[in-house]
């Protein structure tokens, strides 16, 4: 079965500390994996797309890296600051699927 | 744009009343998906759309009806929901397999 685990659960950490989240999945064969942003009671906003042959993105803050053999993905982001605060969940598409699988996220705290 | 359009933004219904979910998007997709979100837990997924043709039901329950009326339009028609529906109810759009998906800020859901 193909599966997405995200570890932390959750994550509180002081303003301004570079902080780590992490994204486990099963089977190599996957067309992207994708990285998402949710508040509270609000949709999902795009982070990064890391395609199956890239091996990190970077967008400001935030660099995404992407170990496709060992079937890992890490979402680095540095500086964090309160704003940062949310929900993050990793998705896989993988080729047998046609649409997302979702992590069950990590919720950050950033505290001023 | 990469927008996608929900609407409403809430909704509160009665177990035998009907109602619809409205989702847009005019980046040209042709592929569109309806998600389903308990507090809590990640999204699943629950209908596709590829170029208008339902291309993957998820054994969702008959009280919910999906329509695709063109390439921008999706709706998911509600009726006789069960309280155990209540939810947050995503739409997602993408080019097609393996390229990026952008969600919409979804319907918060109540059925009473």
């Known amino acids: 079965k193909q599966e997405v685990t995200q570890i932390p659960a959750a994550l509180s950490v002081p303003e301004g500390e570079n902080l780590v989240l992490n994204c486990s999945f099963t089977?190599?064969?996957?067309?992207?994996l994708q990285w998402f942003r949710q508040d509270p009671g609000k949709g999902l906003t795009s982070l990064l797309l890391?395609?199956?042959?890239?091996r990190e993105q970077t967008s400001g803050r935030l660099n995404a890296s992407l170990d496709k053999s060992s079937g890992r993905s890490t979402l680095y982001i540095a500086a964090s600051q309160p704003g940062d605060s949310a929900t993050y969940l990793c998705?896989?598409?993988?080729?047998?699927?046609?649409?997302?699988?979702f992590g069950k996220g990590t919720k950050l705290s950033v505290k001023p | 744009d990469t927008e996608v359009t929900q609407t409403p933004k809430h909704l509160v219904m009665g177990m035998t009343n009907k109602k619809s979910l409205k989702c847009e998007q005019h980046?040209?997709?042709?592929?569109m998906y309806w998600y389903k979100q308990k507090a809590k837990k990640p999204p699943e997924l629950m209908f596709v759309?590829?170029?208008?043709?339902?291309?993957i039901n998820e054994s969702v329950p008959s009280r919910f009806s999906p329509e695709c009326p063109n390439s921008s339009l999706l709706n998911l028609h509600l009726h006789a929901l069960q309280p155990e529906d209540s939810a947050l109810y995503l739409c997602?759009?993408?080019?097609?397999?393996?390229?990026?998906?952008?969600f919409g800020q979804g319907t918060r859901l109540t059925v009473v």
């Open positions: 997602a759009s993408t080019q097609g397999a393996g390229t990026e998906a952008f």
């Open positions: 089977d190599s064969a996957i067309y992207n």
């Open positions: 890391i395609q199956s042959s890239q």
């Open positions: 998705a896989v598409e993988w080729r047998s699927q046609g649409n997302l699988i």
């Open positions: 980046m040209g997709h042709r592929a």
């Open positions: 759309y590829s170029y208008e043709k339902l291309s």
